[in-house]
């Protein structure tokens, strides 16, 4: 198991390195096989996770908990790599470069955090996604780019602040039961937690909600979540979403272990309801009205990491399980859309969606690809985000806790609607006929600007929305288009198979999860309800 | 009656006290070159406290970890803060100095009773023992609101990112009043931390600039959250 998990840690650091040091193309090549390669390492983790897990070099530990987490980021890790060799043509050298290290050196950070064994390093870790992350959000060099990063390192940091705190809080409760020079290690704190003092506790669980909460997305401390993730280039967007707030979340769980040892489950399930529910209320009210795609898809990112928080708060087995498998469905779904955006704003040459029209018809596997992935991030059976809210709704209402799964099915459906009505106008409206000529112009004349121009011209055009998306996709436009009217055509096959594979492990997820996965999501949930 | 604090616990109550005070001066300044010899004084404190402490309870590894905060908190990171704002000639017309979002008066004022309010807070947690002043435990508590209001009130890059580098020493009194013995790995690893971190804001200061010649936030109002 050692080797397994060194080999995780080496492999995306060694990748990045290189990426830098390579031409464009080697660099798409090998940070593929870093991402098959660490998805292929973490599966091979799954059986030993399920039993004890030992701490190896003082420091690293994979137990059931983290396996899932290290899953969801894994696979997105894999599959975000091949779509990027596709979003990326175009490009300069020398931007790609500069992506792919930051891109592997992200995706290493979000795979480092499950495997420490101490709440110090996990922190650590995640504060190394903050800084790689913000840079990467930057990289398009556009007005908003720069605007977004620096308003998600602040907050981000600003947060993870709080979390040391909390770190800081934890280690005191620790020392008064483990000794002074206890190393902040997670199982020790856990199994010492009656012993533990509570008010420290209780504060560091609060910090810790409140720090990684930021990084999360929970509202009140939402505010850059929307803003980052609509102006960083896609893929980033998709592992932003998919793997990086499921990861700072998985910091908030191990908290909660701690404080649910210590306090009784009674005030850490409140903090996490009251969260929960103030980020999915606020989430489904806003996919309303939302013009930017990528906007779009951030706020449904608030929406599940709420439905997360209020699955946890119910505490029952089968909600926690619904909770570790909305981790793993939540990962391809979002992924996926996000992927699957990513195609229209090349495809278009916006973010703006009142700009995208008859998308079926133009992009023949994207459009119907898309359409597929929002109906499963919108629970939509066989999904497995369908199952996973099916299990968490079940878990409230087993324990009790009718008005909240009540609330929770009531806000969902508020959300699908919000992404339902926005997506199906992008996907099935045709141009209008009576505006078409005028309308038309005003809307093609996005990519002609940028053909003829770069990505300035369309910069100030688009205000909000336009320029990164644009930027580097020139290329592609050009190819997608003829004589001023978009021609039906796929940007590229390397942006259509992720998302392929996305759909295929959500369908896997909602009909018969493997044997082996199932083993895994119920030793984490048993976990989470305080087993070793 | 409470008895006299010992030398460990009145150095760390007044060397928080002064802590807290050039936190309050860094609001108050209009130039960033001043907030930044303030932080450089106040992360100095730092460094003298975790002297103190490794004296007092016999902990040599936090002379080495003292070393460190001071190489890198007194000396780096006010030097390349120091590098991006240029000569002081340059800083007005980079929209730095005096950008507040409140008048000075307001932004004190609104800090101290932000300040009383976490003071009273951590106080209030009932956290104290033989080894931990709880005054100074409070003060990091009122520091960590000041931090954050100097984040908000202030509008160029610069001076929010100082901001943040206070929370990180507010966070740092807390630690080392709370959290003395944690391992020296640790400890450095936090600090390796910082260093990325600013390397970080850094560049995305340098970017800012280059992009608007301004270090003013003013016109960051494109995105909406």
């Known amino acids: ?532 | 009656m409470n008895p006299a604090p010992g030398v460990y616990q009145g150095a760390a109550d007044v060397i928080a006290a002064l802590m807290l005070l050039l936190e309050f001066g860094m609001l108050r300044q209009a130039l960033v070159r001043d907030q930044v010899r303030l932080y450089a004084a106040q992360s100095a404190m730092i460094s003298v406290l975790a002297v103190v402490i490794a004296a007092d309870r016999n902990l040599p590894d936090l002379y080495a970890l003292a070393a460190l905060s001071a190489a890198l908190k007194v000396f780096a990171v006010p030097l390349v803060l120091r590098r991006l704002l240029g000569p002081p000639a340059v800083e007005e017309t980079r929209g730095v100095a005096g950008s507040y979002t409140l008048s000075p008066a307001s932004a004190v004022l609104a800090s101290i009773v932000l300040a009383a309010f976490g003071f009273f807070c951590f106080g209030s947690l009932g956290i104290h023992g033989a080894d931990v002043p709880a005054l100074a435990l409070s003060v990091a508590g009122a520091m960590v609101f000041v931090a954050f209001a100097l984040m908000i009130v202030r509008r160029d890059v610069a001076s929010q990112a100082i901001g943040f580098f206070s929370l990180e020493n507010a966070v740092s009194l807390a630690a080392l009043v709370l959290a003395a013995e944690l391992p020296l790995l640790l400890e450095t690893a936090f600090l390796f931390d910082l260093l990325l971190a600013v390397v970080v804001f850094g560049m995305l200061i340098r970017a800012h600039h280059s992009r608007s010649e301004s270090l003013s936030t003013a016109d960051l109002t494109r995105l909406r959250g």
């Open chain 1, 1 to 532: 198991m050692l080797a397994v998990i060194l080999a995780i840690l080496i492999v995306p650091l060694a990748v990045a390195v290189a990426s830098f040091l390579v031409p464009a193309r080697v660099a798409a090549v090998i940070t593929i096989a870093s991402g098959v390669a660490c998805f292929g390492l973490v599966l091979a983790l799954v059986p030993d996770a399920t039993g004890a897990a030992p701490v190896y070099l003082s420091y690293l530990r994979a137990d059931a908990l983290s396996c899932v987490f290290l899953l969801a980021t894994a696979f997105l890790y894999a599959a975000v790599a091949v779509y990027a060799a596709g979003y990326l043509k175009g490009r300069t050298d020398r931007y790609a470069r500069r992506f792919y290290l930051g891109f592997n050196v992200f995706a290493w950070a979000m795979l480092a955090a499950p495997l420490m064994s101490s709440l110090a390093l996990l922190w650590i870790a995640i504060e190394v996604t903050t800084v790689v992350s913000a840079l990467l959000v930057a990289i398009e060099d556009t007005d908003g780019a720069a605007e977004a990063s620096w308003k998600y390192v602040l907050i981000a940091s600003a947060g993870l602040g709080l979390a040391l705190l909390a770190t800081i809080f934890a280690y005191y409760a620790g020392a008064q039961v483990l000794g002074a020079h206890s190393n902040l290690a997670i199982q020790p704190l856990i199994s010492a937690g009656s012993r533990l003092p509570k008010t420290p506790v209780r504060l560091a669980f609060l910090l810790a909600v409140l720090g990684y909460g930021t990084k999360v997305g929970l509202v009140p401390v939402h505010t850059w979540l929307p803003d980052a993730h609509s102006e960083a280039p896609t893929p980033v967007s998709a592992l932003l979403s998919g793997a990086l707030l499921a990861t700072s979340f998985y910091a908030i769980l191990r908290f909660y272990q701690v404080a649910g040892a210590t306090l009784g489950s009674g005030f850490p399930r409140g903090t996490l309801l009251v969260f929960g529910i103030a980020s999915l209320l606020l989430a489904s009210l806003c996919v309303f009205g939302q013009r930017d795609i990528k906007r779009l898809l951030a706020y449904s990112s608030v929406e599940h990491m709420g439905i997360l928080a209020i699955g946890v708060s119910f505490g029952a087995p089968i909600a926690l399980a619904g909770v570790l498998l909305h981790v793993l469905a939540h990962a391809a779904a979002k992924g996926n859309a996000f992927m699957g955006a990513g195609v229209f704003t090349v495809k278009y040459g916006t973010k703006q969606m009142s700009a995208m029209r008859d998308g079926l018809r133009l992009l023949p596997w994207s459009g119907p690809l898309f359409l597929l992935s929002v109906f499963a991030l919108s629970a939509l059976p066989p999904s497995g985000i369908f199952r996973s809210e099916f299990e968490i709704v079940a878990g409230g209402i087993g324990s009790g806790d009718y008005a909240a799964a009540a609330v929770l099915v009531i806000l969902v459906t508020i959300a699908f609607f919000g992404l339902a009505t926005s997506t199906t106008s992008v996907l099935l409206a045709p141009v209008p006929a009576a505006k078409a000529p005028a309308e038309t112009a005003a809307t093609e004349k996005i990519p002609v600007e940028i053909a003829a121009s770069g990505a300035g011209a369309a910069r100030g055009a688009h205000g909000n929305g336009g320029a990164p998306a644009a930027r580097g996709t020139v290329a592609m436009q050009a190819r997608g288009r003829a004589g001023g009217a978009l021609a039906p055509g796929e940007p590229s096959a390397w942006m259509v198979v992720p998302v392929l594979a996305g759909l295929a492990v959500l369908v896997l997820l909602g009909v018969h999860p493997p044997g082996e996965l199932s083993n895994l999501i119920t030793q984490a949930a048993a976990q989470l309800r305080g087993a070793p």
